[in-house]
């Protein structure tokens, strides 16, 4: 299973920014819940935003709340993050998350963790 994002570049702060993820797989896979994390230069890897298998429980870091928002589309398996009045401290190379499980035998799944490439959100003052 592959995840694809989209959507990053250079805005100014106070804009907004859409980031786009896809999954997938020639196989049959389902998705449990997906998470948008990010890192900074010079700085570990954070959770930014997380959703539930069925979109109906979502947590986010406090440093993005009332922000961003994140959402899926179960139907399609791409998922969403939604960046509003961005700040310079919102530069980081973001990247999908999501746990799944893959279909590899007729009734035998595989729980799989799987990243996305990352995509770069540059932020100017």
């Known amino acids: 299973v592959q995840l694809v994002e989209s959507g990053g570049g250079l805005v100014q702060a106070g804009d907004s920014l859409t980031l786009s993820c896809a999954a997938a797989s020639g196989s049959t896979f389902s998705i449990r819940s997906m998470a948008w994390y990010r890192q900074a230069p010079g700085k570990q890897r954070e959770m930014v935003a997380r959703i539930t298998s069925g979109g109906s429980r979502t947590n986010y870091a406090d440093s993005v709340k009332g922000r961003f928002t994140i959402s899926r589309d179960n139907a399609k398996n791409t998922m969403v993050l939604q960046m509003n009045s961005v700040k310079a401290e919102d530069t980081a190379v973001y990247y999908c998350?999501?746990?799944?499980?893959?279909?590899?035998?007729?009734?035998?799944?595989?729980?799989?963790?799987?990243w996305g490439q990352g995509t770069l959100v540059t932020v100017s003052s």
């Open positions: 998350y999501a746990d799944l499980d893959l279909l590899v035998y007729p009734q035998v799944y595989r729980y799989l963790e799987v």
